[in-house]
């Protein structure tokens, strides 16, 4: 028989190595975490990270060590515009209307006011490597589109139509839940500004005149630099790229089972085009690589979590992702075709997919043995997995509390995925960058 010392040893090691495992998964893959002065919003751009909160102010962060390059108290601020190029500003439109331009790392270059007239409308459009390009609509049905550079001074101004509308309103990583993203307070804007002319939008050359090709607006997308028309041709729908106001490639994809369009996700290097299907039960969607404009028709369309299924559909630029119950399956969007499988735990209730920035992100519960046998640990409940987008291998995990409530995309944009099986993950108070140990 055992005897009573050599129980307590064993549970003593046994509680030991599983303190050992909830350890491992909260340090591990951890590259760096940094305390954050403002919690909030965040979006990656130029080797940054910029965090905004609309009642605090912003932070940036260097994303190859964690250094804060940049804190910024603004209570006034009520959004953040950011460029690729890393250039940003902020839009205060409450007891002074100002805008505020900054550079990459967070310096402040110039500020000036924004128009006092009755309504409001100051959109900015674009940002380029140290310029932006805004409207400015003082009065209903007149407005201009004004381009700034870096000392501030105006490069060009001309009139400008009230509205310049794209399925997706200018904005590149879109939410994958389909909600009204009107109010997101911070955004990713392309780097060339448009005009629209009688339902047709053409980018502005550095005069500020439209350029070369134009593409019908309705359903269409400006994504960077690049714009890509979304029509159709009767039982095929027709799409082309346009840069620097020249075609750069066209093509087609059946549409024969497939009714209007419903709704466009852009991505940096892939757009996806969901449309409805004429037979009203079910949706599809059509996957566009802008790099030569290759399209692949695909008969399911992206999904956010069906409860009472437990499933749902991703989308990224490098893979969609099929969750059921926990079971996550990776599907080539270029061809259909499956790539992967992963399962998680579906005890606790099925796991959180995210796809984006190259990486798959999956917020599970913390749950097993080891976390049973952690006794007396102030142990996290949530963890975040890094998933590769093309092999399905997992590179990194990390254990936090209570990220149901803090970590998402779109409106919260606080889980994002990088290229490499990398992630940066926001907390209440911390942000964490984790990859491969």
């Avoid at 700034?148 to 310049?164: A, E, F, I, M, Y």
């Avoid at 399925?167 to 994958?176: F, L, S």
């Avoid at 997919?353 to 992100?361: R, T």
Wanted: aromatic share 8%; net charge neutral.
């Amino acid at each position: 028989m055992i005897g009573l010392g050599a129980l307590v040893l064993v549970c003593g090691l046994l509680v030991g190595c599983a303190h050992w495992q909830v350890h491992r998964l909260e340090t591990a893959d951890v590259d760096w975490s940094t305390p954050l002065d403002y919690e909030g919003e965040a979006t990656v751009a130029a080797g940054n990270v910029y965090v905004f909160d609309n009642f605090d102010g912003f932070d940036v962060i260097r994303m190859s060590d964690g250094k804060t390059l940049a804190s910024q108290f603004d209570s006034e601020a009520l959004s953040m515009f950011v460029g690729r190029s890393g250039w940003f500003v902020t839009v205060a439109q409450q007891a002074r209307p100002t805008m505020t331009f900054y550079s990459p790392t967070g310096k402040k270059v110039w500020q000036r006011p924004v128009h006092g007239g009755e309504p409001v409308q100051w959109i900015p459009q674009a940002i380029g490597d140290g310029t932006i390009t805004y409207r400015d609509c003082a009065t209903r049905g007149s407005c201009r589109m004004t381009s700034l550079d870096r000392t501030g001074r105006q490069l060009w101004s001309v009139d400008s139509l009230p509205n310049v509308r794209f399925g997706v309103a200018h904005r590149e990583n879109r939410d994958q839940v389909e909600v009204n993203r009107g109010e997101a307070r911070l955004q990713v804007l392309p780097t060339v500004a448009v005009a629209n002319r009688a339902g047709r939008v053409t980018t502005l050359d550095r005069s500020g005149r439209p350029a070369g090709e134009s593409i019908d607006a309705a359903d269409s997308v400006l994504v960077g630099n690049t714009l890509i028309e979304v029509a159709r041709d009767g039982d095929a729908c027709a799409y082309r790229g346009v840069r620097a106001g020249k075609e750069i490639w066209r093509t087609t994809a059946d549409c024969s089972a497939m009714a209007a369009v419903s709704s466009v996700l852009a991505y940096p290097r892939r757009i996806f085009v969901g449309y409805d299907g004429k037979d009203t039960t079910s949706r599809r969607m059509v996957s566009i690589r802008l790099s030569d404009g290759h399209t692949h028709v695909h008969p399911k369309a992206w999904l956010g979590f069906d409860p009472e299924t437990k499933t749902s559909r991703s989308v990224g630029e490098d893979v969609i992702v099929d969750q059921r119950k926990g079971r996550l399956t990776g599907i080539d969007p270029d061809t259909g075709d499956t790539m992967w499988h992963r399962t998680f735990s579906a005890k606790t209730g099925a796991p959180t997919v995210y796809v984006s920035n190259g990486a798959v992100s999956v917020l599970s519960s913390h749950s097993g043995f080891w976390r049973a046998m952690a006794l007396r640990r102030d142990q996290g409940h949530d963890v975040v997995t890094i998933i590769q987008p093309r092999s399905g291998d997992v590179s990194a995990r990390l254990l936090q509390k209570s990220l149901s409530s803090t970590v998402g995309l779109g409106a919260a944009s606080a889980m994002i995925g990088l290229d490499g099986g990398r992630g940066l993950v926001l907390t209440n108070d911390r942000l964490f960058s984790i990859g491969p140990d």
